[in-house]
């Protein structure tokens, strides 16, 4: 009988043990989802700590104005939103030479970033090389695409919008000709320039379009030259995509509209708006620029990458239907309502699918000839 009772105690005891432990874990449980409902910015915090992004420049430079200075953008912003500072948690490796691309990935490397950024299509064999040595990183390359499980793709309808400025030059244009400078010679230039000719000669079949190539994305000296021979030869609106290299036409445009501030010049920027590229005294050389949202697709990916969401293997496109394209009205006085809405009208037929923008020399042949 004894021992019955010891028994019924012992069982007695150890049920209540196991209420008092399910009532103490029920609170707990509470306790941490009170937690974490509260304290998802803490956490995110620690992850943006706990993760690191970095990116290297093209020949162009982090301060181009263009290209590489969007996407340093971005990564600014993706650091500000995280509470991070350069160098630490995000910085950049500056390319002065093609030579330069390989060690300054290996060395962001060594530093340990999680994900490293190729700015421009020059980086691509530097990447897919690097990126197959060090499959414990991220890696993503803008401008091209490369085939690495480990590396993003990300690339633009830079076509879309060089078409929407081509329409733009053609309402703007007094003398019928315009003018493209191109940074290197290659499929990725050869979208800006063909959409551009599409888009103006879709307004006006007979506009001439003077087409030349630096060579270079760093070479402002020759964007000058070659943006000095067009000017003189009658062009009065020119489009680059030249990088840094552009930064030569807009010299040479202000210095144009310096000596006679009542001549009509104008220059078309590239990848962000350059409108103060164009400030010269009380005058504005820049017409419009065509807009490509480097700085969101970085951040963005970025994010992607922090969150444990890396699109690795993956390629990204981004265009007008996702906000990435776009074409800049800064300069209300250039870019009146008129060459507004003929571009918004450009815009809804190219979303709605009734135009197809060429993206090739052979493409825009049969473009052009069914105009």
Not at 113 to 137: C, P, R
Not at 142 to 164: C, M, R, T, W, Y
Request: charged fraction near 25%; hydrophobic fraction near 40%.
């Amino acid at each position: 009988m004894k021992n019955r009772k010891l028994v019924l105690l012992f069982a007695l005891l150890l049920s209540l043990g196991m209420l008092l432990a399910a009532c103490g874990g029920g609170a707990d449980d509470e306790d941490t989802n009170d937690e974490g409902s509260t304290g998802n910015d803490a956490t995110n915090e620690e992850e943006a700590e706990d993760f690191s992004a970095a990116m290297v420049t093209d020949v162009g430079g982090v301060d181009d104005k263009s290209f590489n200075q969007s996407a340093w953008e971005g990564l600014n912003a993706w650091g500000e939103e995280h509470g991070l500072s350069q160098g630490n948690g995000f910085d950049y490796a500056q390319s002065d030479d093609v030579s330069d691309y390989i060690p300054n990935l290996n060395r962001l490397i060594r530093d340990d970033y999680n994900l490293i950024f190729g700015i421009g299509f020059e980086l691509q064999e530097s990447i897919e090389e690097v990126a197959k040595q060090n499959s414990d990183k991220h890696f993503a390359l803008v401008d091209d695409v490369v085939e690495v499980p480990n590396a993003v793709s990300i690339l633009f309808k830079e076509h879309q919008g060089s078409f929407l400025a081509g329409v733009a030059a053609a309402q703007k244009t007094t003398t019928n000709k315009l003018g493209f400078v191109g940074g290197v010679d290659s499929p990725l230039i050869n979208k800006f320039e063909v959409g551009f000719i599409a888009g103006a000669k879709s307004v006006n079949p007979d506009i001439e379009v003077d087409v030349q190539y630096a060579e270079s994305f760093a070479d402002s000296s020759k964007g000058k030259m070659i943006a000095s021979d067009m000017y003189n030869d009658g062009v009065d609106i020119i489009y680059h995509a030249s990088g840094a290299t552009g930064n030569g036409v807009f010299n040479e445009a202000r210095d144009l509209k310096n000596s006679d501030p009542d001549r009509d010049i104008w220059v078309i920027g590239v990848d962000r708006d350059q409108y103060e590229e164009g400030e010269i005294g009380d005058h504005n050389v820049t017409l419009t620029s065509m807009v490509k949202r480097v700085d969101v697709a970085v951040q963005d990916v970025t994010n992607l990458a922090m969150n444990g969401d890396f699109p690795g293997g993956e390629t990204l496109e981004f265009g007008l239907e996702d906000n990435a394209i776009d074409i800049a009205t800064t300069n209300e006085d250039a870019m009146n309502q008129e060459i507004i809405d003929s571009v918004n009208e450009w815009e809804e037929k190219i979303l709605n699918g009734d135009v197809d923008i060429p993206k090739t020399h052979d493409e825009l042949d049969t473009f052009l000839e069914s105009l």
